[in-house]
């Protein structure tokens, strides 16, 4: 073999030990010291093993026991809070300084909770004058619900109305003597079971349901009171029985009623049954409500005087709803005490009603008629009253506003007297 080939080598044999000791013990040093990985020391001994001479090995320590669980600490947040925790009066002793391998893979600090997170009530904004009125309502005249509607169309109108502000729905039960719903009580009384109309079953079931889950109210209102007129289905049968006191009101221009006899045990027992089934059939109803129409005008002739007679009436056909129903609430809209009493022969402070609202639809008496209606429970105005509105909104002795759609639309009317109520706020 040649002497450059000879030369090749690495020439370890050539090295002293004592720089190999060095060398090796400045390594494992560094390395111990600097975090990198970490060496196997049987492995090392292995390689010293190999060069001759060398009988030195590397001390393997024992592995350290697994650290206790860290206690736990808060952990303050980079970025400042508006209302911090209140600190434990105790000190608290500082963590030891992390690794660069914990800080690492720590998780992200949790940030405050967004304003937009807070609690919903903490955010509602007070109410305005025309929300804290108890009962916001408007009447919907029994035509007014569309023959043939289907369940989703009277859904959709009741949702508009509580769009609108409006939380409680009067809608038309009764009038002209007959139900606007079939009954059996009308089947039995009178050989039919309803108004002549082409209404769904259950329209009315429809529009309960769907006010309650809008947290809306529904009274049912029975338009027409005792009056009927010519094109009642039940007027024939009411001349021929009898059932019908001599004379015609007109205390509405342009209309002819007639009044049903409450004094007849037959008319009496017939309203009174009617109410009485209604309440059973629609127990979910808020409340009835009857109008001035519930009342004999003082014009008509012979000057009777049947206040008693309808008080007494009245009186027992209360009694009967609320032995079938006792959570039904009935109302009356009437007018204010002294005409009512005097002109209409209602004196309805001893019917034991129980709420009361006074109608103001006449405009050369309005703020007369207001001293009533601040003792009782809201007033009626129409939609061609709603220049009162703002004075009437701001009062805070009148407690709930019912308003009756004059125009015959009553959605319109809806949508008006928001764009009102919002103005006024």
């Given at each position: ?22 060398f090796l ?70 963590s030891p ?87 059996e009580v ?240």
């Amino acid at each position: 073999m040649s002497q450059q080939n000879k030369n090749k080598g690495c020439g370890c044999a050539n090295i002293p030990i004592s720089v190999i000791l060095l060398f090796l013990g400045g390594g494992f040093w560094w390395f111990k010291n600097n975090g990198l990985p970490d060496i196997d020391l049987n492995q090392i001994n292995s390689l010293l093993a190999k060069i001759p001479g060398v009988e030195i090995s590397l001390p393997i320590a024992e592995p350290d026991p697994p650290p206790a669980p860290p206690t736990p600490t808060p952990t303050l947040p980079s970025s400042p809070i508006v209302s911090s925790p209140k600190l434990p009066s105790s000190p608290i002793v500082p963590s030891p300084k992390p690794k660069s391998s914990e800080i690492a893979t720590s998780k992200p600090i949790q940030q405050p909770t967004p304003e937009k997170e807070q609690p919903e009530e903490t955010k509602l904004l007070p109410k305005t004058n025309w929300e804290k009125k108890a009962i916001r309502g408007i009447y919907l005249s029994r035509y007014q619900i569309t023959n043939n509607a289907t369940e989703k169309m009277i859904r959709d109108r009741v949702r508009y109305y509580h769009a609108q502000g409006i939380n409680t729905i009067i809608h038309g039960v009764w009038g002209n003597a007959c139900t606007m719903y079939k009954s059996e009580v009308m089947q039995q009384t009178l050989g039919y079971n309803s108004c002549p109309n082409k209404f769904r079953d259950r329209w009315l079931d429809w529009l309960i349901d769907e006010a309650h889950q809008q947290g809306m109210e529904v009274h049912a209102y029975f338009e027409k009171g005792i009056k009927i007129d010519k094109n009642s289905p039940i007027f024939d049968r009411a001349i021929a029985q009898k059932w019908i006191i001599p004379g015609i009101d007109r205390t509405y221009a342009g209309v002819e009623h007639y009044l049903l006899d409450v004094e007849n045990p037959e008319v009496a027992h017939f309203f009174r049954d009617i109410l009485v089934e209604f309440v059973q059939r629609y127990p979910e109803i808020d409340a009835v409500q009857w109008d001035d129409y519930l009342g004999y005008h003082a014009e008509l002739p012979g000057k009777v005087d049947r206040t008693e007679s309808l008080t007494k009436f009245v009186q027992e056909m209360i009694e009967a709803m609320k032995q079938a129903n006792p959570k039904v609430s009935f109302d009356i809209c009437h007018h204010n005490p002294y005409w009512a009493k005097k002109y209409f022969a209602a004196d309805w402070k001893k019917w034991d009603v129980d709420r009361i609202f006074i109608q103001n639809y006449n405009e050369k008496n309005f703020q007369a008629e207001l001293d009533y209606v601040k003792k009782y429970d809201g007033i009626a105005i129409t939609d061609q009253q709603f220049h009162r509105l703002a004075e009437i909104i701001d009062n805070k002795s009148i407690k709930s506003v019912l308003v009756f759609p004059l125009s015959g639309k009553p959605e319109e009317t809806a949508s008006n007297l928001k764009s009102l109520t919002q103005k006024n706020k």
